[in-house]
């Protein structure tokens, strides 16, 4: 399947391209550094607002989820109709903003309403990206371009996991967030003197949020991708909010051990996975004709990901373990640049920021809104039978997840052709 459009959709030159792209990613990593912070604060969070697994899933998860996914569309579709980067913009300084908040939270229901501000700043910063992306870059480049936007995403969580514990562990908990949340602010200035939006084609204006939806609505590939996603977020989120915890009950990490250990295994592995996902999407699908593919490469990744948490909360030796973590995140994280890929390709650019939007609402609040929260409660409630260790048991149920995605994901590759739009 060729595109119609230039090499060089938006006219912007390849060195520009990637300036754009550096600050996208700069911007998603702030997005997930504010996401992921939480993890590794979890432990001393817990200890002195004296909060539950159960009431920790839902700090992680659905504080964040309810307000972020809800007012993704309606913010997405203002982006489709103004100014993408101003949306990204502002949205970047209201979620570092509520992020330093977090640091002066008395208990859980003053931390509960800061995540809620989190996720209502995040709401803004992800969908007009993928669209940004779908403008400025040529369909065989596609998947790789939202493959390395993606590297936000184990970046993000690596200096998360990594910067807030060392922060903590140097001052205190409260620090880590008001450091975090200041550092996103002053970025926001750069990020809005770099990035411009494309230009828009003239045959395609901007259309309304409902034609968008029922486009979608009709389109088997959106709804299989997406419920696909979402099984697999829901592993996903959860075991990389609550390993930090495992590393340190489980395994008696310390505190600066773990914050490294963490950071170190994300990272690497999670650029790997999304490097090579959106390198084999843009070869196999974009280049051939082959959209199927887009939803074939997330299902290999998650067989294979799926036994690798069983081995590495076995093994005794760290650096197996080490390795075993990096193999199942990069695994777990190759449905990401094809899928995103794809629900792009389901909608005509005038509709970009919307059809992805709509994607992550569904994504989020349920992968994201459930996942964390699902360890958490599966704790508290296998606690009585497995005392400090139930936390390592309800990951272990969790990992199910991953199984329900393959079968959905294969499905999904069946009918990609048919609903595809260049």
């Known amino acids: 399947m060729s595109d119609p459009r230039p090499a060089n959709p938006a006219g912007f030159s390849p060195a520009y391209r990637a300036a754009v792209l550096a600050m996208l990613i700069g911007a998603y990593t702030f997005n997930f550094i504010d996401r992921q912070i939480l993890s590794i604060l979890a432990p001393a969070i817990q200890a002195e607002l004296k909060l539950d697994d159960g009431q920790m899933g839902l700090m992680g998860g659905l504080a964040f989820a309810l307000l972020y996914t809800t007012l ?51 709401a803004g910063g992800v969908a007009p990206a993928y669209a940004l992306i779908g403008d400025a870059f040529p369909a065989d480049q596609r998947a790789r371009a939202t493959a390395v936007y993606a590297f936000g995403i184990p970046i993000g969580t690596a200096c998360g996991y990594l910067f807030g514990g060392l922060i903590a562990h140097a001052f205190d908990w409260r620090v880590s967030f008001v450091a975090i949340g200041l550092a996103g602010l002053l970025f926001a200035v ?23 939806l029922r486009l979608l609505a009709g389109k088997p590939s959106f709804w299989l991708l997406t419920f696909a996603s979402t099984c697999a977020s829901v592993c996903g989120y959860g075991l990389s909010f609550w ?77 197996a373990a080490f390795v075993l973590l990096a193999l199942m995140i990069g695994l777990g994280l190759t449905w990401l640049p094809p899928v995103l890929t794809a629900a792009q390709m389901l909608a005509p650019p005038s509709m970009r920021s919307t059809a992805a939007a709509a994607f992550l609402l569904i994504n989020n609040l349920i992968g994201l809104g459930l996942g964390t929260y699902y360890f958490g409660a599966m704790s508290n409630l296998l606690k009585p039978h497995f005392g400090a260790e139930s936390l390592r048991y309800a990951m272990y149920s969790g990992v199910a997840f991953y199984g329900l995605a393959v079968v959905l994901f294969i499905l999904a590759s069946r009918t990609l052709r048919r609903d595809w739009v260049d």
């Open 190 to 212: 750069p990020f809005r003197l770099v990035v411009r939006d494309p230009p828009r084609p003239a045959a395609a204006a901007p259309l309304q949020l409902g034609p968008t």
């Open 72 to 122: 993704g569309v309606p913010i997405a579709a203002l982006a489709d109709r103004t100014s993408r980067t101003w949306v990204m913009t502002v949205a970047l300084a209201v979620w570092s903003g509520f992020t330093a908040l977090c640091g002066a939270a008395t208990g859980f229901w003053s931390l509960f309403l800061a995540r809620v501000g989190v996720g209502i700043g995040e």
């Open 243 to 319: 390993v930090p915890t495992f590393l340190k009950r489980s395994l008696a990490m310390g505190d600066v051990d773990r914050a490294w250990f963490s950071a170190g295994f994300y990272l690497l592995g999670g650029l790997a996975g999304l490097w090579a996902s959106g390198l084999v999407g843009d070869r196999l699908a974009a280049a051939k004709g082959r959209p199927g593919v887009y939803a074939l490469i997330p299902a290999v990744g998650l067989v294979a990901a799926a036994p690798l948490f069983f081995l590495a909360a076995s093994v005794p030796w760290l650096p």
